[in-house]
């Protein structure tokens, strides 16, 4: 059965699966089925426990026979002669071997043969029979002399029976033509043979297998010279008698031992089975015991042989022999019934058939596609496929090779692929040079031959048969590629198929012939009266096939090694060029170049020409980004670019337009209509992304109109959807109710004018920096105009934002009033009021609003709306505060967790408003700034002040009003704080001759800490700017100090007539005094104080403590400022 030999030979792949027959050949089908028959009937050996009946039932159903014909398939079968059953056995190697030679080793040999159990016919190798005696064996009997007394011996003994007993029963059962003899190895006791022999088995039940070793020597007539003059005779009988007189002259030593005898081993046939038993005990692993042949002896035979070492046996008891000998011994038959048959392949084209035919019977019972098949076979398939191979002496290598024949004949059903790769790297793994006879190697050629064109035709016409959208047909090119790889650089198609190109040449060929066939066949489809359209078509086409490139590209380097994009493109562009070449020389009336110019300056077909060139130059940019490498700026100009300039050029204009037009038509219809238009604003920036303008002037003059043409259109369209919005009734101040229809008009418009705002985030799109880099280069100028590209988007995206805020403001500005309630209702609740529960009727209006709007409006504009609220409350609660200064601090307490509170509600987890953007919030900030300040104790502002003002002097870097020397350190021991108030440096003038009179007061502070502390003053230094006290004042204060405490230096002018000048202050921290806290030291350390003068604008701790009117502490704190300053 064959496949249809034409690739492009289609048929019935339903039909052809339910038939289960690839032609409709009913004498080969049937033959075929005889055979089946025929192998089940005269089964070999024990394979499985399938009875015979299941075997024939299942090669019925894969037949699809009926009964009638069954039975008369059945009785042809028995009705054939029966096999003739052969013995091989493969001598191995033989090891630990006795030594018989001087030199330490033997030159050891075997010979061999099967005994006839009983006086029957003897059948020759060759099938004839042996039965009288000729004048030739008497001429025989002189010639071997006292050569094959040695092996006649051996043979004629029975293991543990008497000479007597051997003499008489088998003298007469050694048949010339079941004796063999193998190769010498010489000079060794491990010699190695690996020589097969093959016997025929007349009785299973009596025939005995036997096996001599001797040691060769070169000084008498060669063995095997003996044993083939032997072989040559036919028609011996009662051989077993020279055997018998040769024995008794056999060479003895003192010992009466045999001289060269090294071993030798007597099987019985039948008993291998129990001997394969005892092997198993002894951990060898065998699939089952080894030789019964034919019928019911058969049963207990493993079909698939026996491999073990072999105890070496004495032939007496003076005999001394040593070591193993590894055999390997299987079953085969050979038919009779096909003698006249002159084909030496039928065994396995029978074979090949068989496993076909199972095959399609598994494939259409399992419905699934055919590629799904993996060469999965029921267990009575697989027995009977076993038997054949069996009874045809099908080694393995040739059931491999029947394999690959089988399936590689269904490619054209669909067989997969990757299934073939696992079938052809089992044959190849198996094959061995030398071992397939010519006409297997030219079988395989021709398949080779088949499969090797197959892969072509599917090459060729790849982008058809594996499209790349699905990961099967991707999978599949795959795995043709790794199979025919494996196939084309193996040794074996070497072998079977010379003279071939090597695998990547053929390859690259085919991909270059399929990217030609590719283009004419598109060029056959682009045909078109209009050379435009035509160019057109013809591009769409081969971008198509590019596109393909990445997908394909991968696979053909992984598997193949070939730079398939690379191949690919240089063919299209040759074949592209060509065609534009013939289309410029052409002469016609219209030909390309006219047409393009033509198409160019027409504006009379509402800009259909004008569609089509701007659709050739971007299939043209296009074809030219698929070639490797990426060609720069400058190197891809053509001879056509001015029209295409022109072209872009007229495409602007028609885009402002029909986009103008497009946003009144929009706005005249119903809102869903309307919110599709942001879509256009994506299909004008993504044309333009695609266009290239030649010439680097043109090409910014064109940017700038096409960012001002879109920025134009989004600022008009928002504000015509935002005018529709007010004529809707969205406008002035809104009622607090509004109607659901109105919300829903709010959000589709904000959600609309936000929709275009994104789409105005394009500046990565207009590639200014490539295009600045040209412009440098070309007009060596810089490129001022960049900045008023990027200031007109600016801009743009600016005015949509505030129009966007403006309208949501709107919505929330008509709660001000309500909200105004709450925060009056959070701030005068009592203080036994939870602040949650306080809260909660604001958070509840809030959430109650943002709901009618979350599911509708984009996050964005959703956070734009919490916003509002946000920027709506916060003026609130800072009216709040500051209309009731001076409180006591829970107020501003209570105030300050209402907006913890509301904070966690805006920020919502991270789904509102940001925490980055509350710190970008003035309002904001300056009013939790303000809460906390005042709800803060007095005793805490005052230490802020200070924390405040010497964080002030640590961060002066330069020094503007002089600079103080003082020692300081505190004395553990008597609690004492030891000042040494030095001098001033550049401190400023402050009286008219340019000079001062400084002197220096130095309290602790804060004083509410160090209230009994006295101040201390030094004395005046008259008219000095760098004045020398070098005066000691000391504080008994003790060792613990408060968190903030400072040592208050102010440096004054003295004056007669009026009150003295402030001429700077200085603090130095407690902390930093050795003697004090973590400050380490005794000793007087000097600081360098710089003199500082205080802010004129007041702070807002001391604006707060103002404010606490009933606070005496404060009170008196804001006088002593006054005081000193």
């Known amino acids: 059965m064959q496949l249809p030999a034409k690739e492009n030979e289609t048929f019935d792949i339903k039909a052809f699966l339910k038939n289960r027959a690839i032609n409709d050949d009913q004498k080969s089908l049937e033959d075929l089925y005889v055979e089946a028959v025929y192998t089940i009937v005269h089964r070999v050996g024990r394979f499985s426990g399938i009875a015979d009946d299941k075997l024939t039932q299942y090669v019925q159903q894969s037949f699809r026979f009926d009964d009638e014909r069954h039975k008369r398939l059945l009785s042809r079968a028995n009705e054939e002669k029966p096999p003739v059953v052969l013995l091989n056995v493969l001598l ?35 099938g004839s029979s042996m039965t009288d005696k000729s004048e030739t064996e008497k001429e025989l009997q002189k010639q071997l002399g006292g050569v094959l007394h040695r092996f006649g011996g051996s043979f004629q003994r029975r293991i543990g029976s008497s000479r007597k007993q051997k003499k008489e029963s088998e003298s007469k059962q050694i048949p010339a033509k079941l004796i063999k003899a193998s190769s010498v190895q010489r000079k060794t006791l491990n010699p190695k043979w690996n020589e097969k022999f093959q016997f025929v088995v007349d009785d299973v039940t009596t025939d005995r297998f036997h096996m001599d070793i001797w040691d060769h020597d070169d000084e008498e007539q060669s063995v095997m010279d003996a044993v083939t003059s032997l072989n040559h ?84 008891e003076r005999s001394e022999v040593s070591g193993q000998v590894k055999l390997k011994l299987w079953l085969s038959t050979k038919e009779e019934r096909n003698e006249l048959d002159e084909d030496d392949l039928i065994d396995v084209k029978q074979h090949i058939d068989l496993i076909r035919q199972f095959a399609l019977h598994e494939i259409s019972q399992s419905g699934a596609p055919v590629s799904a098949y993996q060469g999965e076979l029921p267990a009575a398939a697989v027995t009977i496929l076993h038997q054949h191979a069996i009874q045809g002496d099908l080694t393995e290598l040739h059931q491999a090779l029947c394999s690959w024949l089988a399936y590689s004949s269904l490619l054209n059903i669909g067989i997969s692929y990757s299934f073939l790769f696992d079938v052809l790297s089992d044959l190849i793994s198996k094959w061995v040079p030398l071992v397939l006879d010519k006409d297997d190697e030219n079988l395989l050629g021709d398949s080779f031959a088949m499969f090797d064109q197959h892969c072509r035709i599917a090459i060729m016409d790849h982008r058809t048969r594996f499209p790349t959208n699905r990961r099967d047909s991707v999978d599949s090119i795959a795995n043709l590629l790794r199979c025919m790889k494996l196939m084309r650089e193996s040794c074996l198609y070497e072998k079977c198929v010379p003279l071939q190109r090597s695998f990547d040449a053929t390859l690259s060929a085919q991909v270059e012939m399929s990217a030609e066939a590719y283009f004419k066949k598109a060029m056959e489809d682009a045909a078109n009266d209009d050379p435009c359209v035509e160019l057109s078509l013809l591009l769409d086409s081969v971008n198509i096939a590019c596109a393909k490139f990445s997908s394909y590209d991968s696979i053909f380097k992984a598997f193949a090694g070939i730079d398939y994009a690379s191949i690919s493109y240089c063919q299209f562009n040759r074949m592209l060029e060509e065609y534009l070449c013939s289309e410029l020389m052409s002469e016609s009336a219209m030909d390309l170049k006219t047409s393009l110019i ?225 925060v009056f209702h959070l701030a005068w609740s009592p203080y036994a009021c939870a602040v949650e529960s306080a809260i909660k009727p604001l958070t509840d209006m809030l959430d109650a609003e943002l709901s009618s709007v979350h599911r509708t409006l984009l996050h964005k504009n959703f956070v734009r709306v919490m916003l509002s609220q946000l920027n709506t409350l916060v003026p609130l609660l800072q009216d709040c505060v ?25 920020h919502a987890d991270g789904k509102g408003i940001s925490m980055e953007t509350f710190a970008n919030l003035p309002a904001y900030q300056k009013l939790m700034s303000t809460l906390s300040l005042n709800q803060t104790s007095t005793v805490q502002l005052i230490e802020q002040y200070y924390k405040d003002l010497l964080k002030e002097q640590n961060d002066v870097s330069e020094c503007k009003y002089g600079i103080l020397n003082v020692r300081a350190y505190y004395n553990t021991n008597s609690q004492t704080l030891v000042i040494d108030v030095i001098g001033a440096k550049q401190v400023i003038p402050l009286d008219s001759n340019g000079l001062s009179d ?81 400050a380490a030291g005794s000793a007087l350390r000097q600081f360098n104080l710089i003199l500082i003068h205080p802010s004129k604008k007041e702070k807002a701790s001391t604006a707060v403590l103002s404010s606490r009117k009933d606070d005496k502490d404060a009170q008196d704190f804001v006088r002593s400022l006054n005081t000193v300053y």
């Open 92 to 126: 191995l190697e033989a090891r630990d071997l006795i030594a018989k030679d001087v030199n330490g080793f033997s030159d050891p040999f075997s010979m061999m043969g099967v005994i006839p159990g009983k006086t029957c016919k003897i059948r020759s190798s060759d």
């Open 233 to 316: 005779i036919s028609g011996l009988k009662g051989l077993g008698r020279y055997f018998k007189e040769v024995t008794q002259s056999a060479r003895a030593d003192s010992q009466g031992c045999i001289d060269d005898f090294l071993g030798c081993i007597t099987l019985k046939i039948k008993a291998l089975c129990d001997f394969s038993v005892q092997c198993k005990k002894n951990a060898a692993l065998y699939f089952e015991h080894f030789i019964y042949i034919l019928l019911s002896a058969f049963q207990d035979i493993p079909s698939v042989g026996i491999e073990d070492w072999f105890t070496l046996e004495k032939r007496s």
């Open 598 to 822: 033509e198409a160019s300056k027409r504006d009379d077909d509402n800009g259909r020409s004008l569609i089509t060139l701007i659709r050739i130059h971007f299939a043209l940019l296009e074809f030219r980004s698929y070639r490797t490498p990426k060609p720069k700026d400058d190197e891809d100009s053509d001879e056509w670019g001015f029209i295409f300039d022109r072209a872009i050029g007229k495409w602007t204009d028609l885009m402002r337009v029909r986009a103008f037009a497009r946003v009144d038509l929009s706005c005249q219809l119903d809102a869903n209509v309307s919110t599709h238009l942001p879509l256009h604003f994506i299909s004008i920036i993504a044309t333009w992304e695609r266009m290239r303008v030649s010439d680097v002037r043109l090409r910014v003059d064109l940017t700038e109109k096409v960012v001002q043409s879109i920025c134009k259109i989004a600022e008009y369209y928002v504000d015509k959807i935002l005018a529709q919005l007010a004529s809707d009734g969205f406008c002035g101040d809104l009622q607090v109710f509004i109607p659901g229809a109105l919300v829903s008009m709010f959000c589709a418009a904000i959600n609309n004018a936000e929709q275009v705002r994104r789409r105005l985030l394009f500046h990565d799109k207009l590639r200014l920096d490539e295009i600045a880099s040209i412009y440098r280069r070309v007009t060596q100028c810089e490129p001022k105009w960049r900045n008023k590209i990027e200031k007109e988007i600016d801009d743009c995206d600016q005015y949509i934002n505030e129009q966007i805020d403006a309208t949501t403001d709107r919505l929330i500005r008509r709660l001000r009033s309500q909200l105004k309630k709450h």
């Open 882 to 906: 500051d209309e009731n200064p001076g409180l006591e601090p829970i107020f501003y307490q209570r105030l300050y967790d209402g907006c913890s509170v509301l904070t966690d509600f805006f």
């Open 998 to 1078: 400084p002197f220096v007061i130095t309290e602790l502070v804060p004083r509410m800490r160090y209230p009994s502390q006295p101040l201390a003053r030094t004395r005046v230094v008259s008219k000095s700017l760098n004045p020398i006290f070098d005066e000691t004042f000391e504080f008994h204060i003790p060792s613990k100090i408060p968190s903030v405490a400072a040592v208050h230096f102010i440096v004054m002018d003295h004056d007669f007539l009026r009150s003295n000048d402030f001429a700077g202050e200085a603090f130095l921290d407690l902390a930093e005094v050795p003697g004090i806290g973590t």
